[in-house]
């Protein structure tokens, strides 16, 4: 079962009011095989389920490097697959993007933010001049 799997429309409001799904989930080779080979099946063992008629699509961004460091998606490295999913709800297509890193790459960028994690949102800039009239 894939580890540090977040529902982005738990964590935030904004996201829980669209009409898609956001989430993230990390996996092992092993486990990125499983999920190539029966995703709805995968999906719905983490919680995510979909109905019949939507499809999935994947995108490996990196397929080339994932082949070279884990060419039989098994045994034991230090592999990690990142994975974003998205859609279903109004649209009848999960999407899930995928990316291979190696597990010393965690934690090693810093990011720049664009809010504070117990903020919502960007907050909206206040604007200078003049004002605008009462309807």
Known sequence: MPTKIVDFSARS???????????????????FKAYLGKPREFLRRMGIGLPADCRIE??????????????????????VICNVGSGNVARHVYRVIS?????SAIGEF????????????VKEK??????????
């Open 13 to 31: 409001k904004i996201i829980r009011a669209e009409p898609f799904n956001a989430h993230f989930w990390e996996c092992t080779p092993l486990e």
């Open 58 to 79: 994947t995108t490996i961004e990196n397929h080339d490097w994932l082949g070279q460091e884990a060419p039989d998606f098994d045994g034991e490295n230090d592999t």
């Open 99 to 103: 990316y291979a890193h190696d597990r």
């Open 110 to 121: 810093e990011k720049q933010l664009l809010h504070k994690a117990n903020q919502q949102q």
């Open 126 to 135: 206040v604007r200078r001049g003049k004002k605008r009239k009462a309807k």
